[in-house]
């Protein structure tokens, strides 16, 4: 199976191929693997357990909620986090 990484690069959409249809078989394929992972819960979250929280339990992670962080706000907190980890020599707990 070849993936858009082996296209080279003169095999790459143009408005001619899209139009004629060539593409249509890729990206039918591509949005059903984007809606078949999208359908795979993909985060944990304290309000619903999942098998994965058996397992994290005990090991240290750090659950960041990033929905209303900007990617700077994000990076700033796992930053803080792990300087906490490397300073204690432990994880630290939840921010």
């Known amino acids: ?16 191929r899209a139009a004629s249809g060539e593409l249509r078989g890729r990206r039918a394929r591509s949005d059903a693997h984007v809606r078949e992972l999208e359908a795979q819960r993909m985060v944990t979250d304290p309000d619903h357990p999942s098998p994965a929280d058996d397992v994290l339990r005990d090991l240290p992670h750090l659950r960041l909620d990033n929905r209303a962080l900007s990617p700077g706000q994000a990076a700033e907190r796992i930053l803080s986090w792990l300087e906490e980890a490397t300073d204690s020599h432990a994880a630290p707990g939840p921010p």
């Open 1 to 16: 199976m070849s993936s858009f990484s082996d296209i080279p690069p003169s095999r790459v959409a143009t408005a001619g």
